[in-house]
C-alpha cells in the first residue's frame, strides 16, 4: 500500500508478487495487483488478476467494479453493465455504481415505452 500510494508501482509488482507466491489464494492480493496493472496501462494483466481474485472470491465486489470499468473503458458496455449489476447484487449500498447502472441500463436494454 506504501509503494502504491508513491506511484512506485513497479515495486507495489514485485511485492505483490511475493505475497501471491507465498498465498495464491488471496483474493485480494490479486485484486491490488489488477489495481497496480490498470495504472501501469495493462488492462490485459489487470483483467486476468480480476478473473482469478473472482475465482477464488465470487463476491469480490471491487473486483467485479473494476471489471466493470476496464470493459467499459474498451467499449463492452453490455458486459460491464452485468459486472456493475453483479456488484449491485452483492453490495446494493454501491451508490457510484447505481449510478452507472441506471445511466447505462438504458442505452443496452432499451427503454420502455
Known sequence: AEAFGKKDFPLSIELIDRVLALQPNWAEAWYKRATVFYQLD???GAMADLHRALKIEPRHFNAWTGLGHIL???DDKARALQAYRK???INPQMDDVK???TRLAPEI???DL
Do not use: C
Request: a negative charge; aromatic letters at 0%; charged letters at 20%.
Open 72 to 74: 467499459m473503458a474498451s
Open 42 to 44: 495493462d488492462p490485459v
Open 87 to 89: 456488484v449491485l447484487e
Open 99 to 101: 449510478t452507472i447502472v
Open 109 to 111: 436494454d432499451g427503454q
